[in-house]
């Protein structure tokens, strides 16, 4: 099996190839470094443009190579690596193109402009978001500088089908990686405010109900053998997502993995707006399982 990870000298690639470069080095599986370029224009033209382009193409796709080489050796993660460049009219779909030509099962990202330690889709991480067919993982701004290993899986729950699989798949890369897991169901309280006749410590009384709710769901998965008797698991609460994710006490190296809805007739990953909201709060890289 084989990764892919996006790589641009420019726009977020070394926090893309740390984390790709970990994953690949722990997993044992080769790492296909890969460049989109933009496709060249249908119509041949008079001047010498045609000409600088294509030169332009391979003077970029070179420097990523160079530069990507020098980031992987300055990191000292032994892995196999192939540098690739794939032409394209979009970013998304050349990363596509470069899953799919190299029959990987997970496809990395690095997080667009956005603060230092979070992590940031962007319009390319979008758009995978709803058309990639294999997982995908994004690394927040700067995992490169705070991380240069990775120290547990952390699963999160919310009581459907589909997060019932991703801790399942979850657990099951801690097992290749080596590492501990747990698993965590977030309770948040959200901005809705109740009525005056409904009493002060109505918001209160409703999240407490709800972290209820979450533990018996976790009850379950141990019930029906999802989470073993050595896994952690736990309900976190917060007055927002952001609050939540900040109590969940992350460390630096871990990897939050997320399910999510499928969408169309094949599997694909679709955020809904639960797990949108837990990506964009994360501060670590998150591992986005398709439904």
Known sequence: MTLVVGYHPERGGTDALALAALLAHRLGEPLVVTTVVPTPWTTPSMARVDAEFE???????????????????????????????????????????????????????????????????????????HSSSVALAVSPRGFSARSGHLTRITCAYAGTPESRSAVAAGLSLAGRLGIAARVVTFAVRGRTMYPPEAGLHAEDVVLAALSEQSAAALHDLRTDGVIGPGVDATVVTGGSWRDALDAAGFAPGEILVLGTSPRGPIRRVFLGSRAAKIVRSSPVPVLVVPG
């Open 55 to 129: 030169q332009w193409a391979q003077d970029l796709a070179a420097h990523a190579a160079r530069t990507g080489a020098a980031e992987l050796a300055r990191m000292a993660v032994p892995v196999d690596v192939d540098f690739r460049t794939v032409q394209h009219k979009s970013v998304s779909g050349g990363l596509l193109q470069a899953v799919a030509d190299s029959a990987a099962h997970t496809l990395v990202l690095g997080s667009a402009d956005g603060p230092d330690g979070e992590v940031s889709l962007g319009s390319t991480g979008d758009r995978l978001l």
